[in-house]
């Protein structure tokens, strides 16, 4: 499945979760996945410490999903 559609069904799931759940439950949520998409992308790169560990498609990436999820960056 390619990114695109990945983000395509994240906000159909957002958007089903905001209508059916408490919104603490649905920013907890986000929030852990969000977390989860960045220790994924930072422990899957890098070069020996000397080199970004998240690449630029990867922060693109994390930068659509945290807009879908209407976060902000830490």
Do not use: Q
């Not at 990867?58 to 902000?72: A, G």
């Amino acid at each position: 499945m390619d990114n695109e559609r990945l983000l395509k069904e994240l906000t159909a799931a957002v958007r089903l979760m905001e209508l059916r759940l408490p919104s603490s439950e649905v920013d907890a949520w986000k929030t852990a996945l969000l977390k989860l998409g960045v220790d994924v992308a930072r422990a899957s790169g890098g070069f020996l410490g000397l080199t970004s560990p998240v690449d630029s498609c990867e922060r693109e990436t994390l930068s659509k999903i945290r807009n879908i999820l209407k976060l902000h960056a830490h």
